[in-house]
């Protein structure tokens, strides 16, 4: 029997001639008919998720919403112009008539959304960038629209109605990009600084009069007060010398403000947010400039624009006219123009609902004060009012970014990989966020307005104010012995005679030590804050290089290596004393890897040798090349075994009072740039606490003139 002979259709592998077959070509020819309908739809849903999700970066720290964000940032521009670009090549056919129509959409997609304008800082420096962007984009936009004899006169008609709309939205764009960089801060910044030194010369004379007096003084409104916006603009704020606020104020503050009441510190935090919310929307947003007069009518002329181009293509549709393009290019067009009414519609309502503490700019009172009134009254009224307390949301993170060394140390000392750790992991090693409590606000609150502050200029301390005054109470109550004179001299070397990162540095690894090795599981409140504060401040120096050096950068690999290999030599702490297992229980699984660590850093032969004797190894005054030559943990080790001489009862208002001494130190040293980055990034504590220093305080203006609480 012959075998039978298979034709080349029934060869193995080869599909029924009768079934459909979809060649690589006729793929390639499917995505080049529907290509530009995916696109101009794609930036369409970018420009969506832009107005609905970049309000969410002020109050969120999230890693992968900032990616995300980015990614849709980027892209929103990057598809537009490519769109924008096929439109000019591939639309000259008649049966593509229609798609010229879209040019327009390029053009408001380009323009961004009332939420976003700029992703960081350095888009507001590149403006001129964005402005040379504009003029090409333009050109190309008319030059495809110009291809078209345009029969239908109510399309052109629309078209044109698209052009000024999508003119308007880029050039308002542009406008808040260069009003908000750094550059055009700085000179608003200098253009009223003879004003303010006026204004302090008036509020000297005001004081001298009285407390009346000066709380009915016209000489500052609120307007004009907003400190956040000035920590965003220089370096140098307007109240340098910071003297002149205390000889002013010092007297008013004690008939005046009562610390003490809750609401009082609560109203604080509530006014330094909506000053920094202010400060974002002015230089991320288009808030600032849709509440000015210019910015309004802008507004409104590209709402009515953009709805009189959808109301004439409809009834161009609904007359017949549309009929000969093709039903795909008139679903799409649809899409577009009632996307865009809808997004326009619902950034006239946000603009309608924002607080009054932007209707308080000077940017908004530049013009007639009659359209602002009337049109105030109608966005703002008690209506208005009611449902922004009611949908009142945090307009930061509100959390406090913790960086331990010895935490990190743990995790370098893992049997995984580290560079599968970093990766993997959603902060680097040693990092974590924890919510910002409030027994650390009222602290901060309440040692700003203390009486020995109000006498001392505590932005140069570092936390000698606090160890000098334990020194003189100390003093009044016992003569010291030579133990306790070599303690406080330890002590008072270790934030005097080396430079700021490295004292805390040194604190750091102290307070740790303490932290885990004071008798008694549960932490007090001051201990518990030190301990926040300590992993704070490393945060801001040694991950964000707040006044971090070269030197700096190398002491903390070398703290690092050295811890790093002292657990690694260590053995398994002692249990002599029966109180560690309880201790342990008491940690939680996040800190009980470090308390473990301390107990074999405690176990080690140096700090042994810290304990046995104070004056050994590593002198203190050191030069440059000691502090750079010799090892770190023994210093630490030194100052550790000092706060351990003092009694149980102060030793941790000591800590506690240096932590919030450098705290106060490097808030105005942390520069304006810092506080701008982090304002789209869900914020930072140190900014806050930097508004509320320039606004109560030694630092700032009397609170019953700013009127603090929520608006």
């Not at 949908?391 to 140390?409: A, E, K």
């Not at 040693?430 to 020995?452: A, F, H, M, W, Y």
Request: with cysteine; net charge neutral; glycine share 6%.
């Amino acid at each position: 029997m012959r075998p039978l002979k298979m034709s080349k259709v029934e060869e193995v592998g080869s599909h029924d001639p009768t079934e459909p077959h979809i060649s690589l070509a006729d793929a390639q020819n499917l995505w080049n008919q529907w290509e530009i309908h995916c696109l101009i739809l794609a930036s369409f849903i970018l420009q969506v998720f832009l107005f609905s999700f970049a309000g969410v970066r002020l109050r969120s720290s999230s890693r992968v919403m900032g990616v995300l964000l980015w990614l849709g940032y980027m892209s929103a521009d990057s598809v537009a112009v490519f769109v924008l670009g096929h439109l000019s090549v591939h639309t000259g056919g008649p049966d593509h008539q229609l798609l010229i129509f879209w040019a327009p959409f390029v053009l408001l997609h380009l323009g961004g959304q009332d939420t976003i304008t700029a992703f960081s800082m350095q888009d507001n420096v590149l403006w001129m960038r964005h402005l040379l962007g504009f003029a090409s984009q333009l050109g190309v936009a008319v030059f495809v629209v110009s291809k078209s004899p345009w029969p239908d006169r109510w399309l052109l008609a629309s078209t044109l109605l698209m052009f000024v709309s999508g003119c308007i939205k880029y050039g308002e764009r542009i406008y808040c990009l260069a009003t908000a960089n750094p550059g055009r801060l700085m000179k608003d910044f200098l253009g009223g600084f003879e004003d303010r030194i006026r204004s302090i010369k008036e509020l000297q004379t005001i004081a001298r009069q009285g407390l009346g007096s000066y709380l009915s003084s016209r000489t500052f409104t609120e307007v004009s007060l907003n400190p956040a916006m000035d920590i965003m603009s220089t370096d140098i704020l307007p109240n340098y010398d910071w003297s002149v606020s205390r000889d002013i104020f010092s007297d008013l503050y004690s008939k005046k403000v009562d610390s003490s009441v809750p609401q009082y510190r609560s109203s604080a935090y509530i006014f330094a947010e909506d000053r920094l919310w202010i400060c974002y929307q002015r230089l991320y947003t288009k808030a600032t400039f849709r509440l000015c007069p210019a910015g309004a009518l802008l507004h409104l002329i590209a709402f009515l624009s953009t709805s009189a181009a959808m109301a004439l293509f409809f009834m161009a549709a609904k007359s017949g006219q549309l009929q000969h393009y093709g039903g795909a290019d008139v679903a799409v067009s649809g899409i577009l123009l009632v996307g865009a009414v809808t997004l326009e519609a619902a950034s006239f309502v946000m603009s309608m609902f924002s607080r009054e503490d932007l209707w308080r700019h000077p940017f908004c009172w530049s013009g007639n004060h009659t359209v602002i009134l009337c049109v105030f009254f109608i966005t703002c009224g008690t209506c208005a009012d009611l449902l922004r307390k009611r949908w009142r949301r945090p307009q930061w993170s509100r959390t406090l970014v913790q960086y331990n060394i010895i935490t990190g140390c743990v995790k370098r000392a893992s049997v995984v990989p580290r560079w599968i750790v970093d990766r993997l992991s959603a902060s680097a090693p040693g990092i974590e966020r924890i919510p910002v409590t409030d027994d650390l606000k009222n602290l901060v609150i309440k040692n700003l307005l203390d009486n020995t502050m109000m006498s001392t200029d505590f932005t140069s301390s570092r936390g000698e104010v606090a160890l000098e005054r334990r020194r003189r109470t100390a003093a009044d109550e016992v003569p010291a012995p030579a133990a306790k004179s070599l303690s406080e001299k330890v002590l008072s070397e270790s934030v005097k005679e080396v430079d700021f990162p490295t004292s805390v540095l040194i604190w750091h690894i102290a307070t740790d030590i303490r932290f885990f090795t004071d008798a008694g599981g549960d932490a007090s409140a001051d201990k518990t804050i030190s301990r926040q504060l300590s992993n704070y401040i490393m945060y801001l120096i040694f991950k964000c290089d707040v006044m971090l050096s070269s030197n700096s950068k190398f002491l903390l690999r070398k703290a690092r290596d050295e811890i790093t290999l002292t657990l690694n030599k260590a053995g398994p702490p002692g249990r002599d004393d029966g109180q560690h297992d309880a201790d342990e229980l008491s940690w939680n699984k996040k800190t009980a890897g470090t308390a473990m660590a301390v107990r074999h850093l405690v176990n080690s032969p140096l700090f042994v040798q810290a304990r046995s004797g104070m004056d050994i190894s590593v002198p203190f005054n050191p030069s440059t090349a000691d502090i750079l030559s010799d090892p770190v943990l023994p210093r630490a080790f030194k100052v550790a075994e000092a706060l351990a001489s003092v009694p149980e009862a102060d030793r941790w208002d000591i800590i506690v009072d240096v932590w919030l001494e450098m705290l106060y130190y490097i808030a105005p040293r942390c520069g304006a740039a810092f506080h701008r980055n982090h304002l789209n990034t869900g914020g930072e504590f140190i900014t806050h606490v930097l508004v509320i220093m320039y606004s109560i305080g030694p630092l700032g203006y009397h609170p019953s003139l700013l009127k603090f609480g929520p608006h």
